[in-house]
């Protein structure tokens, strides 16, 4: 007796392929997605890895591309509701591409000790931008030395190991401070002479190891000479150079983040640190960085078993965490190509690759365009992607013939007989529903379903009697080997046929195919009567064209018809028996056989007398 609930909720199983931005990101990564597979023959050797490297990049572009849209929506969103969901948006797409990037450089680059290092810097460095933007206000200032952000610019840039930058701010605070003017050139000195393994570099690690300890030795030997006493915020930035954590510690506002702790930690205490070892530090970093207070966010659990080498965790924290299911399957597909994946396999008859791509295509399905995106996804999955792909296509809303064709032709090109003779179906059902018989007939003969297409063909007599004239002439013209799939509708081509051969006054010809079509028993006996009827005019014609066989052969029909016999099976000659109009008709027709006949005679006999 509970008060029922005023409203009723719609679940949908996947809401974000409903967003306007996030369908762009569906679609670009359609085409990325679709690209690897086919290249995946062609991936050899040294290619193989730039070429995987290459689509992870591209996948990226297009996350950046939808994060830079909807950051823009959010910032004009009208009301604050809006505004709160879209950066939200922002925020989920910003964790996607942070986790993505350091996939590519831990799994995919698989980066080795020393150029490690650069890939971490250069992945801190695009995802905490905001130096950029205080960048530009100190720059833009009139003293860039005396604006409020200047230091912490300085100490950004520092953290960030941009040292280049650094050393041009402090060439700033050198000219506008004469006294610091010496400290600050020596300290930029530090800053220009810290080795760094670059790209193009030829030394070996153990020489880049030997030049950071004696330069490290250099920046120990200013502090404890205090050459940066007179200054603490550049001795601050010494320490910071020494990898000192208790100082990094104290500029966690700047850092933001236990990530970017860790990588200017390593950059500072061991540049050349190796993969295997990424996982300590790590921990350590994060352990330190929130120290106690607060505990992991998803975000960093992820994080964290990346730099622990453990791929299935971070798609398994991965699948928790977001809301749809585009980024694992993706992250998945690309790393499986990497050849990271081929030992796990799942307990339910598919690998984890192959999973992820299902429950993906499957939400794609929920869309009503989207779904031909989800049909690639399905191809590309041996074991049950066709499976799949059988059961959702079924399930299509088939709303306009232009969305029905579109599915036929995907079910035809992929040989799915079952599915192309069902949505045939659907479509003949609904076109004589609407009463659009040349369309109900098209869609049943290519559905090649017998019984619906003699159905429709008596519905085609039915009209035509009722009417007088066949609608649709052109596809019944045009029938073809397509008459044979039954006997109605044979008999309904042929008898087009015999009005058009009338219609050329080839009555000779008419008379034998009106023959034929009562003689061999293709004509329904319900239509016996309008065949004899079309005899009539062709019976009265000046020269005789029914020959006395043929005339006996129609007497038959006539007799058979008006007689009822029990072979007959069907209540006409019943009907016929009772009805003054069809009596009528039958003495007409027994008049007009009878002269014919007697004619026919009389010429056959002559003929054979000549």
Not at 189 to 211: H, Y
Not at 310 to 332: G, P, R
Not at 388 to 407: D, F, G, M, W
Not at 530 to 554: C, G, H, M, R
Request: proline share 3%.
């Amino acid at each position: 007796m509970a008060p029922s609930c005023p409203f009723i909720y719609i679940v949908r199983k996947d809401a974000d392929v409903y967003s306007q931005i996030l369908r762009k990101l569906f679609n670009e990564s359609h085409g990325i997605f679709v690209g690897l597979q086919r290249i995946e023959e062609e991936l050899t050797g040294k290619s193989r890895k730039a070429q995987l490297v290459r689509v992870s990049k591209n996948y990226r572009s297009v996350i950046r591309a939808c994060m830079e849209e909807m950051h823009q929506v959010a910032v004009a969103a009208k009301d604050t509701a809006s505004g709160r969901q879209f950066s939200s948006q922002v925020s989920i797409l910003s964790a996607m591409e942070l986790i993505w990037n350091l996939c590519e450089i831990l799994f995919i680059e698989v980066a080795p000790a020393g150029p490690l290092l650069l890939h971490l810097l250069d992945w801190v460095r695009l995802h905490v931008c905001e130096v950029d933007s205080l960048s530009a206000d100190v720059l833009g200032s009139e003293n860039p030395s005396k604006h409020d952000g200047f230091w912490n610019l300085v100490t950004v840039l520092v953290l960030q190991g941009r040292l280049d930058e650094a050393r041009q701010m402090l060439s700033k605070e050198a000219d506008a401070n004469p006294p610091s003017a010496g400290m600050c050139r020596i300290l930029g000195d530090l800053m220009r002479t810290m080795p760094i393994l670059s790209p193009g570099n030829t030394q070996t690690l153990t020489e880049l190891e030997l030049k950071w300890q004696h330069w490290r030795e250099e920046c120990e030997r200013h502090l404890q000479d205090s050459t940066f006493a007179a200054s603490p915020r550049l001795e601050s930035l010494c320490k910071i150079m020494m990898g000192d954590e208790a100082t990094l510690l104290e500029h966690k506002e700047l850092l933001s983040n236990w990530y970017h702790f860790l990588v200017t930690r390593l950059l500072y205490s061991n540049p050349t640190v190796k993969p295997i070892d990424l996982h300590f530090y790590a921990q350590s970093s994060l352990n330190m960085f929130l120290g106690g207070e607060s505990s992991p966010e998803p975000l960093d659990n992820i994080l964290m078993a990346a730099f622990e080498f453990d791929i299935h965790q971070v798609i398994k924290e991965c699948s928790i965490a977001l809301s749809n299911w585009w980024f694992v399957a993706h992250l998945t597909d690309l790393l499986d190509h990497c050849r990271l994946l081929q030992s796990h396999n799942l307990y339910f008859g598919s690998n984890m690759r192959e999973f992820l791509l299902l429950e993906y295509a499957s939400g794609l399905f929920a869309h009503h365009s989207l779904w031909q995106l989800g049909v690639d996804y399905f191809d590309y999955c041996p074991e049950l992607g066709r499976v799949s792909l059988e059961l959702h296509i079924e399930r299509i809303p088939l709303n306009t013939e232009q969305k029905a064709l579109k599915v036929l032709r995907i079910c035809e090109q992929r040989q799915m007989t079952e599915q192309v003779r069902s949505i045939c179906k659907i479509l003949a059902m609904k076109a004589v529903r609407n009463n659009r018989l040349g369309s109900a007939l098209s869609w049943s003969i290519r559905a090649k379903d017998a019984a619906f297409a003699t159905l429709v063909s008596d519905r085609f007599l039915r009209d035509y009697c009722e009417r007088g004239c066949f609608s649709d002439l052109d596809l019944i013209d045009n029938l073809g080997p397509a008459m044979m799939l039954s006997d109605r509708l044979t008999f309904l081509g042929k008898y087009r046929e015999f009005h058009r051969l009338y219609g050329e006054k080839r009555f000779g010809d008419a008379a034998s195919l009106l023959l034929s079509l009562m003689t061999s028993q293709i004509a329904p006996r319900s239509f016996w009567m309008t065949l004899l009827t079309d005899a009539l005019p062709l019976l009265e014609q000046k020269q005789v064209i029914f020959s006395a066989e043929q005339t006996y052969e129609l007497m038959r029909c006539l007799e058979d018809l008006a007689s009822g016999r029990p072979g007959c099976g069907e209540p006409d000659a019943q009907r016929l028996q009772d009805d003054d109009i069809e009596t009528t008709k039958v003495e007409m027709l027994r008049l007009a056989l009878a002269r014919n006949l007697a004619q026919a005679i009389i010429r056959e006999g002559s003929l054979e007398g000549s």
